[in-house]
């Protein structure tokens, strides 16, 4: 079936690494998404990566998917007040109209 | 190139009264997804259309809600008879293709339903 899972919370300081960690069952992604959340607002896309890559890195983003293990994770370097959100981890299907399946959501937050 | 725009941003409605949400894409933008964000919750699929079709419409619930896109104008996603339970905040999303890699999100109606 389809199911993106993701833990609920997280919580740094400010200059840190963080790492949001995402799990997925459907062997049939074609793409897998990081989306911020910030309060009161829309999703910004902010990174997304093809399901037969291992990584990408866009400046403070580093993307890690283990496809044996159906894992996905976010790192961002060097975190912010301002990466304060929730992030969600989505998928879309091989074969499927583009429809985005997403986790619950991690709710960072970067204490100072 | 405006983004995604959605209206209104906030809606309030009485138990029983309709609500019509609308959804203009990007500027050459055809095809049109909604979803639905529960508090706490993650988003959920609800309708993927096309101008003047309906593709996919696997997360709408059976009774009481409904989606167009007609060749002129906005995405409306229209509930009747709206119950304490649809309060949420409906995202719509454009992009230019189907199955495009990016789709661009708006910043979301929030009803809530008294």
């Given at each position: 079936g389809e199911d993106v899972e993701q833990s609920l919370f997280l919580s740094v300081r400010e200059g840190d690494s963080s790492v949001i960690n995402c799990t997925y069952t459907d062997s049939s992604s074609t793409y897998l998404y990081w989306y911020k959340q910030e309060p009161g607002a829309g999703l910004q896309l902010l990174t997304y990566i093809f399901s037969n890559m291992d990584m990408k890195q866009d400046q403070r983003l580093t993307v890690l998917l283990n496809k044996k293990d159906k894992?996905?994770?976010?790192?961002?370097?060097?975190?912010?007040?301002?990466?304060?959100?929730?992030?969600?981890?989505?998928?879309?299907?091989?074969?499927?109209?583009?429809?985005?399946?997403?986790?619950?959501?991690?709710?960072?937050?970067?204490?100072? | 190139n405006a983004g995604v725009?959605?209206?209104?941003?906030?809606?309030?409605?009485?138990?029983?009264?309709?609500?019509?949400?609308?959804?203009?894409?990007?500027?050459?933008?055809?095809?049109?997804?909604?979803y639905r964000q529960l508090p706490e919750e993650g988003l959920k699929f609800m309708v993927y259309l096309q101008k003047e079709n309906i593709i996919d419409e696997s997360g709408m619930p059976k009774?009481?809600?409904?989606?167009?896109?007609?060749?002129?104008?906005?995405?409306?996603?229209?509930?009747?008879?709206?119950?304490?339970?649809?309060?949420?905040?409906?995202?719509?999303a454009s992009s230019p293709q189907d199955g495009g890699v990016e789709a661009f999100f708006g910043q979301g109606t929030r009803l809530t339903v008294v």
């Open positions: 894992h996905l994770s976010l790192r961002i370097a060097d975190t912010q007040t301002g990466d304060s959100a929730i992030y969600f981890c989505a998928e879309t299907l091989k074969g499927g109209t583009g429809k985005l399946i997403f986790g619950q959501g991690t709710t960072l937050q970067v204490k100072p | 725009m959605q209206n209104p941003r906030h809606l309030v409605r009485r138990r029983g009264q309709e609500a019509r949400l609308r959804c203009s894409p990007m500027k050459g933008h055809s095809h049109v997804y909604w009774e009481r809600f409904s989606a167009e896109f007609p060749k002129e104008g906005p995405s409306i996603l229209r509930i009747q008879q709206v119950v304490r339970g649809d309060s949420a905040a409906y995202f719509c």
